[in-house]
């Protein structure tokens, strides 16, 4: 077993507990919130989620360890470590069977580590500071787990702020195409990661910085806090810098340049190292490790180094791959892992099953191969575009520049033959145009006419293009340090609404290869590709109705007012809690009859060993400006209790006490009309085509199992020639039943509907920025939560009625319950509006809504008044 495997289960023990900890508990509603925010819209993927969950994990239930400590906890007997860490018995027989003489030996001699290939193993007992490395494939959202990484760990330090958490980050990549993906964490929805009310007050505190070419320092305020600094490697590690003499003047000293190449690198790294409680953050994180255990790893190794050693906490590390194998060894540094064969199940890489071609001929016949692939691909996707109008593409692969220019008359005059323009060619090499890198920085751009890519040592790593549908490798590739891998998987990226498999044209000598990089890489072949079909797929919605009008009603409001203020006097109590590092003395004596013969005599004394204390003096400025009281109030007080010192473990029981005190604020209730908007189209992404007709649209994901309930206007138009319901297109119904009622509803309607206005089919949409109705109520958590039912049908005099669709196996939830707990809340707000509002539950215990079931229904359609409104 592995130690990402280990870990799962223990997770998964954790989450069935609601992420409990005692010690810092609101985890557990940032986590759950994580887990299902309200509405609809971005959602961290299972892979992101189940990651933070091992990370906070890590942090909180194992104390943030060091990697060769979680190796011992996790895996107990010294048989299981071994194995777990990949040493053979032969080389615990080398190390004498001495188990400290192995690992001193692993980490001091570099000739033993070298001979029994544990040359990762040695970094990873010699690293000071806990690191961990989380593998997720391409596409699977690395850099969104770094966001929700930080986020999350800056809202627990500011809900604790004496807790052990980051309140500062320094991310990095390698070079420049990478750095490009990072912008991501700019644009992420935080909103769909924290909690409301950690979100507010995360978006006014935090601080993103990208590091500027040219600029030798980074524009942050040194010992300052809620800093994301996003920099490319090679702008913070430690290394000298080409600086030109004509910045220095004509005549500068040799010195003078050493000097001013040092400087530069070492101000960065000066102003990051002054951040407190930092975290630093490396992705693409294989660059440190596999191929690169020489030269590369102790430079990165040496800034990080540097901050541990510099900075005032540097908490953890974390690195982010995908690649966590190196030579059929998965870096034993992995915490979370997911392969490519997952993304491809849960939808989010394009399926290449049956579609890796390879081929085998002699050099004289490379033109002949590069012939057959454009023309294969031409006859494959030469129509398929994404959803976005963006043209399919093909990217073909080239060892050298002079192979390029010799095999692109072969490539034009395909295309020519093939009633294809020339002009549709782009070649991105190291002799390429501006014109051209800004045209191949296009490509997703659906005004792009490119499709055939040319590529020399470029499109490899962090290129996301979407668009792209096939790779081909025109020769074999011998040196490729993964060149292969990189190449051939770059076409997998996959987006929503893309239904099309992705295609791999290769030699046989590079699909041998290919297959060797999967095995050493992701511990996957060609095989394991080729069997993994998704389980999900994504689609998008479209707006058909906008300008539906608003349905008014009123709701019931809680509001918070404030009390009329008093004179306010604070009376605390020492809290029973003995801090960390003491030791507590009771006195007893021995008394005669009853049940203890032991009874204490004096209150505990503490003997004091090295307890973290705060002055009165500082804790009551602190809570006098969190609660807004006088000061000197709160220090008599405390100072009453403690003298001049309070120990830091008792100042949030000591918080609490004030806040309850001082609380000035009741809730109230009141009944408001609110005109509810069924569908804001401003919640959705608004498209323009190339004729100007503007559109609204939204991306779903659903499972393949579930393909059969899309249903879209078109397919119903002929029975709904009156056009109602379908104010989006497709509906995503969760249920047969729920397409089944409406389908019997508006075949009633085809036939009287002269007092309907329409009905709307909206259990899919629970966003609030893309819908006003929806219902509270509190669910078995004791939480609150938005419900959304599942129909509304709308009558010309404006009355409404909620129609919920269930299985006959929910009815008896309807006592205690979610269920339940959704229905008294329709029925208070029924209560509410008894002359705007009516409520129907329908049972069912079939996949069929029988004519008999939509009585109310169809009663209640039947008696509008048929007064507009």
Known sequence: MHLYQALH?????????????????????????????????????QSQFRALETYWFL??????????????????????????????????????????????KIKSDDSFAVKHKLDAIKETLTLEYPSYI????????????IGAIIATEFAMADEYPEGPFIQNALVFAPGTTIIQSLREIASLPYDRILPPRFFKRFSATVKLTFTRDGDPDIPIIPNSNWNIVVTNTEKIRIQKETIRKSDLG???????????????????????????HLAVFSDEAHHTYGQALGTELKRVRQTVDYLYHNSPNLICVVN?????????QILRDVVAWYGLSEGIRDGILKQVSDNIHSYSFGSQNTDKFISQIITEFFSKYGNVSLPNGAIAKLAIYFPQTDDLKELRPVIEATL??????????????????????????????????????????????GWNCPSLFACALARQIRSSNNLVLQASSRCLRQVPGNETKASIYLSEDNRTTLDDELKQTYGESIADLNNATSKSKWSRIVLRKVDIPPIKLRRLEKIIVKKEQQSISILLVKPDIVPEATIVRRSYRVVEGGSNTLEQVADPGVVVKDIPMRSVYDVAIECSSVYRLDVWTIHDELQRLYGTEVPEAHIENLRHQIEQQTSSYSIEEIIREDALALIKKEGFTEEISADGAVSYVAEISYPISKEELLTSWEEWQERNKKDFSFHYSPYNFDSTPEKSFLEVLLGHLDIEASHVEDIFFTGAINDPKKTDFSVDYKGNDNKWHKYTPDF?????????MIVEIKQENKRDDLIDGECGAKALAVQELKSLNPDMLEYQMIFTSTDEISFDKTKEVREFVKHGHGTPT
């Open 59 to 104: 942090r909180l239930q194992c104390k943030t360890p060091h990697i060769f400590e979680l190796y011992k906890h996790s895996f107990s007997s010294r048989t299981e470590l071994l194995k777990a860490l990949g040493i053979s018995s032969q080389t615990f027989e080398a190390a004498d069977f001495d188990e400290e003489k192995l690992w001193q």
């Open 792 to 800: 509304i049908v709308k009558r010309k005099d404006g009355k409404c």
């Open 320 to 328: 982010t791959t995908g690649t966590p194998y190196f030579k059929k």
């Open 9 to 45: 289960e223990l997770v998964t023990q954790w989450r069935t507990k609601n992420y409990n900890n005692s010690d810092y508990s609101s985890i557990s509603e940032i986590l759950e919130w994580a887990k299902e925010p309200e509405g609809s819209g971005f959602l961290l993927r």
């Open 134 to 145: 989380f593998a997720l494939a391409m596409g699977a959202g690395k850099t969104a787990l």
């Open 416 to 461: 020519v033959q093939l009633g294809y323009s020339p002009t549709i060619c782009l070649r991105n090499t190291n002799e390429s145009t501006k014109d051209e890198i800004d045209a191949f920085n296009r490509l997703n751009d659906p005004a792009s006419t490119h499709r055939v890519i040319l590529l020399v040592g470029k499109g490899t790593e």
């Open 250 to 276: 004509l005549f500068a000293p040799a010195e003078k340049e050493e000097e001013a190449r040092t400087d530069v690198a070492n101000r960065r790294l000066q102003k990051i190292a002054s951040l407190p």
